[in-house]
């Protein structure tokens, strides 16, 4: 007869394998492996596959369906951990961890389902079990990890420590931190706790122990950095609630996590590939891209190995070819990832492949595909095909196809209509509601009616959205090029000096009605202008346009969002500038060192300047203020590589 250890062993594999199946895209497969034993660990594994549904296809409606499958397994891991407190122990940590853990895993997807129903009281329901679980890995931090991380390999080494992460916080070090109770525990009380041990482990033996240290390590990790990464205004009230963070620990700890081989390893993975991919995709610059690249290609390759056929590595494979400029390649892999050969039962995580695609496709001005791509999308999940249709509209006007655009854009209100979170728009269709009310008020001014108002468009509403997704800045000087010359034909002529526009590209200015009439449109063409110059190496005329953007700032009526972007884009050009002509080398002379540091205060008051002209009212505001707060990370750690204060 077997032992209760290899009883939750025997569980604990057979769950496992569950969970292959899931990141090899066969999710029914999964599901059929979940449904074999009412263990917590195979209910918490249907809960996640429901939940992935739930959150990549922002799906609400089986929102309910996931939310009992994660109770019952938060149910089933809080009666194992009573039982455990009179048996022996199945590791060499304390009796019942395995199940602590366990229940925190299933307390915080528990909490995230309640936020997917869009409710006020799912809000408030998912901050109190945040509160919970955070509480928890706290705890288990404690007991796991006494002596902290920095003797832990991550997956870029062969053994610990790696290099530093490209990142700062205001705690760096990897040494244990206390944990703080939180609000909410002064009611809750900690009936969960994990008792205190002296035990250091340093490699695990058995699935058991891998479990306990890779789960702690991750969600650790995770709390961690989702806290380091909130708004100011939001981090003062959840510090408020007890949650305290450290980002580089965060990243440490995730790092440690996915050097194992347990499902929490891969969703270790899985977030840090993440974090990576938009760290290089929106930061603007980077202090150390390449050893960025090289974690990211680390874990991509690590877990890639183990599941070949899944999306989201897939996936993966291609932000990276994309981030290092190899677009081409990025198509292939993605285009490749969506044949009819491969499994292809979890259509959530292909809809993310889909949703690349068309953004990588838009980068590459490949505007049909692109087009086309963005609309597949909607087939697969239901975030705000609004915002798809908008931006496969203007594809469409890039390409001239005014009819098919006004077609797409006449869809747009009523498709917007249809997704609200608490009743109200989401971000990027506040600002798609803007921007047609916008169109239509030109084609009025220039024809005295509405109708056909996709005729008056210029500036193609994808390029702009673009923007905020920073596609411009990843793309070959050719792209840029084209770029260049699209927008300087337009009327009125560009008066901006620049060596990549020649007089021949420019608007002769013979038509009575200029095609952009507006400070709107003259703003948004100088950021984009300014954009693609400093991609293409331009930096004296990419900062000549990146300025007149911002001065016009005062006269835009609509586009009020132009001014803190171009700040921004001012301040990522200071320190790209001096990296161009410096080099990323970090062992400097006195007066490199000082040329940096005048660019770290140039920067800095770019990045204030942005701030205070990106408020609340602002559209798409925090993605501006997420992208500041990245950047600003990126200039301490560049601080810290060269020496400086």
């Not at 700062?168 to 009936?191: I, L, N, V, Y």
């Not at 007890?242 to 700890?253: E, Q, S, W």
């Not at 905020?468 to 000096?497: D, G």
Request: glycine share 6%; charged share 20%.
């Amino acid at each position: 007869m077997a032992s209760p250890e290899q009883e939750v062993t025997k569980s604990l594999r057979s769950a496992t394998d569950g969970f292959d199946f899931l990141f090899s895209n066969d999710l029914e497969a999964a599901q059929e492996t979940f449904t074999e034993e009412k263990s917590p660990f195979h209910l918490l594994g249907a809960g996640v596959c429901v939940f992935l549904e739930a959150a990549l296809g922002m799906e609400a409606g089986v929102v309910t369906q996931a939310a009992e499958l994660l109770a019952l397994s938060e149910a089933g891991a809080k009666k194992e951990l009573k039982a455990a407190k009179t048996a022996s122990s199945a590791s060499r940590f304390p009796a019942g961890t395995e199940w602590e853990l366990l229940h925190s895993d299933a307390v915080i997807l528990h909490g995230i389902t309640h936020a997917l129903s869009e409710s006020y009281m799912g809000y408030l329901q998912c901050l109190y079990a945040l509160n919970n679980a955070h509480s928890k890995f706290a705890r288990l931090y404690k007991a796991v990890y006494p002596n902290g991380l920095d003797n832990y390999a991550t997956p870029s080494t062969s053994k610990a420590p790696s290099p530093a992460p490209s990142i700062h916080s205001e705690a760096s070090s990897t040494t244990t931190m206390k944990a703080r109770s939180g609000f909410f525990s002064r009611f809750t009380g900690s009936s969960l706790s994990v008792p205190s041990t002296n035990i250091v482990i340093s490699t695990p033996e058995g699935p058991i122990e891998e479990l306990i240290m890779s789960g702690t390590a991750f969600g650790y990790g995770m709390f961690n950095l989702i806290f380091s990464l909130l708004p100011p205004s939001v981090r003062n009230v959840v510090g408020f609630l007890g949650f305290k963070h450290d980002r580089r620990l965060a990243l440490r700890a995730l790092a440690v996590s996915a050097a194992q081989n347990d499902v929490h390893s891969v969703f270790a993975g899985l977030t840090l590939m993440t974090y990576y991919g938009v760290v290089l995709l929106l930061a603007g610059y980077q202090a150390d891209e390449e050893h960025i690249l090289k974690q990211y290609r680390a874990i991509v390759e690590k877990i890639d190995n183990r599941y070949p056929t899944g999306s989201l590595w897939i996936l993966n494979r291609a932000k990276i070819l994309r981030m290092s400029y190899d677009t081409a390649a990025a198509i292939d892999v993605l285009q490749a990832g969506l044949t009819p050969d491969r499994p292809h039962t979890f259509a959530q995580a292909d809809g993310l492949l889909i949703f690349e695609l068309a953004w990588t496709l838009l980068s590459q001005r490949r505007y049909k595909e692109a087009a086309d791509a963005f609309l597949k999308v909607t087939e697969i999940n239901s975030w705000s095909h609004g915002t798809y249709y908008f931006i496969a509209a203007g594809c469409h006007i890039s390409l001239e196809d005014y009819a098919q655009a006004q077609t797409l854009l006449d869809a747009v209100p009523e498709l917007v209509e249809k997704k609200k979170i608490g009743g109200k728009d989401l971000p990027t269709e506040v600002f798609i509601k803007k921007k047609l009310q916008f169109y239509k008020e030109k084609q009025k001014r220039r024809t005295g009616s509405e109708k056909d108002f996709a005729h008056s468009i210029r500036i193609s509403p994808a390029e702009e959205l673009a923007i905020f997704w920073n596609t411009h800045a990843r793309i070959s000087k050719e792209v840029a090029q084209e770029h260049i010359n699209q927008l300087s034909s337009y009327s009125p002529s560009v008066t901006i000096k620049s060596p990549l526009i020649s007089a021949t590209d420019v608007s002769s200015d013979s038509s009575t009605v200029p095609d952009l009439d507006t400070e709107d449109e003259l703003a948004v063409r100088s950021l984009l202008l300014g954009i693609v110059h400093r991609t293409a190496g331009e930096f004296d005329a990419a900062r000549a346009f990146l300025t007149d953007a911002t001065q016009r700032q005062s006269e835009v009526k609509s586009s009020t969002w132009v001014g803190g972007v171009a700040w921004f884009e001012l301040a990522v050009l200071d320190l790209k500038q001096i990296n161009a002509r410096i080099g990323s080398d970090n062992i400097l002379d006195e007066a490199k060192r000082v040329t940096w540091l005048k660019a770290f205060k140039n920067a800095d008051e770019k990045l204030d300047h942005a701030l205070s002209i990106s408020g609340q009212s602002i559209d798409l505001s925090s993605r501006l203020g997420m992208r500041i707060a990245m950047l600003r990370d990126e200039i301490a750690l560049k601080k810290e590589l060269i020496g400086t204060p």
